[in-house]
Every structure is written in C-alpha cells, then in structure tokens.
C-alpha cells in the first residue's frame, strides 16, 4: 500500500487529453511540493514534473503539473503514442522523513 | 554527460549480505547528494535512501532501517548500498540517482542508471 495512492491505469486516443492523480496527505503532498517521473516500458525512471508544475528542459509542454492541497496531478495533451509509460507521483514525507512514490499508473494510448 | 553504472547485484540467500556499487562520472560527484531506490519485478518504483553530498546526512525507508547502510566515497565518485540481512520481500531491481542538489530534498533525482538485479531466494 504506497503513501501516495494514484489509479493503477489510464488510458486515452491519440490526441486526447490525459490527467492521472495523485493522493496524498498533509505530511507529504500537502506540505512540499509534488514531482513526476515517466518510466518507459524496459528503462530507468526519468524526471517528468519537479516543483509541483515545472519542466526539466528537454520535456515537451504537453505535460503539465498541478497541486492543489494534499493532492496533484499530470496532465497530458496531444496524447501520443509514445506517452505509453507508467508514471508515478513522489513528495518528500516529513512524518516518514524520507521520499515517498504513488503506486504508478499504466498509461495505455488506443 | 552524467553517467552511473550500477554493480553488484547478485543472488543471495536470505539472511545473507550484497554490498550494491554505483559509479559517477560526468559531474562533481561531491556536490550531489544520491539516492538508491528500487523496483521489484512487476511492481512500481520505491525509494530506499538518500545520501548527501558530503556525506553527512543520510536516510532511509523504514523498511531497510538498521539494515542497510547508504555510504559514499567522493574520492573515488562512488556511491554504495550495503545490504545485510536480506528478505525475499528485499528482490528488486536497484537504481542508483542523482538529485539536483546537495541535500537531496528538492525532488529533483535524475538521472539514473540502468539498475543492478538483487534476488533473494534459497
């Protein structure tokens, strides 16, 4: 059972627009900032969302982060077929003093 | 380019030890806190722990605490993960990353390595 809890799938058309949330309280999500990273089917995780809703450079602005009091979600525009990835939320705990991921969610394009 | 390598995983019996290498290049090592998190087969992305930069700050998941042990040697930009009394609930894929800064709490871990199998099985 994760900290974070996010919905074990998603799923959208090319195109479309996609957002996958991300459950916290306020030990985590509701008092530091939430961050997202994309894991490609057979690679290492990779930074996606930091800071609630920025971009690391490279990162196209069809992801989008947002955060809004123990929770945040990434939404995802012009869904490509090369979004399908698990993607996971992260927030620093400050009860648990450590770094905490959501379960993930499987984003499958049609 | 910031690489990291990750080594010395391996299969062991539980209760046994597997001390876990990552090496770093491309970047000053010392400036960087780093962090070890894992991924067992089939399931999502757990972090572990977390080292500062000059080592002096260290953390860890509270399911690894009193047996892991996350240490650094900035002279040789190598980070490690020894593991002791390991569990079958320890099998997991281990990744080694970067945070952005030197504390290590920005939220900011990327990039990783490739990650180094551990498989705890009798």
């Known amino acids: 059972q994760s900290v974070l809890t996010q919905p074990p799938s998603a799923s959208g058309t090319p195109g479309q627009r996609v957002t996958i949330s991300c459950s916290g309280s306020s030990s985590n999500i509701g008092s530091n900032t939430a961050n997202w990273y994309q894991q490609l089917p057979g690679t290492a995780p990779k930074l996606l969302i930091y800071s609630n809703n920025q971009r690391p450079s490279g990162v196209p602005d069809r992801f989008s982060g947002s955060k809004s009091g123990t929770s945040a979600s990434l939404a995802i525009s012009g869904l490509q077929s090369e979004d399908e990835a698990d993607y996971y939320c992260a927030a620093w705990d400050d009860s648990l003093n450590g770094w905490v991921f959501g379960g993930g969610t499987k984003l499958t394009v049609l | 380019e910031v690489q990291l390598v990750e080594s010395g995983g391996g299969v062991v019996q539980p209760g046994g030890s597997l001390r876990l290498s990552c090496a770093a290049s491309?970047?000053?090592?010392?400036?960087?806190?780093m962090h070890w998190a894992r991924q067992a087969p089939g399931k999502g992305l757990e972090w572990v722990s977390l080292?500062?930069?000059?080592?002096?700050?260290?953390y860890y998941v509270d399911s690894v605490k009193g047996r892991f042990t996350i240490s650094r040697d900035n002279s040789k930009n190598s980070l490690y993960l020894q593991m002791n009394s390991l569990r079958t609930e320890d099998t997991a894929l281990y990744y080694c990353?970067?945070?952005?800064?030197?504390?290590?709490?920005?939220?900011?871990?990327?990039?990783w390595g490739q990650g180094t199998l551990v498989t705890v099985s009798s």
């Open positions: 990353a970067k945070d952005l800064s030197s504390n290590g709490l920005t939220g900011w871990i990327d990039p």
């Open positions: 080292i500062s930069g000059d080592g002096g700050s260290t």
């Open positions: 491309g970047f000053k090592f010392d400036e960087y806190a």
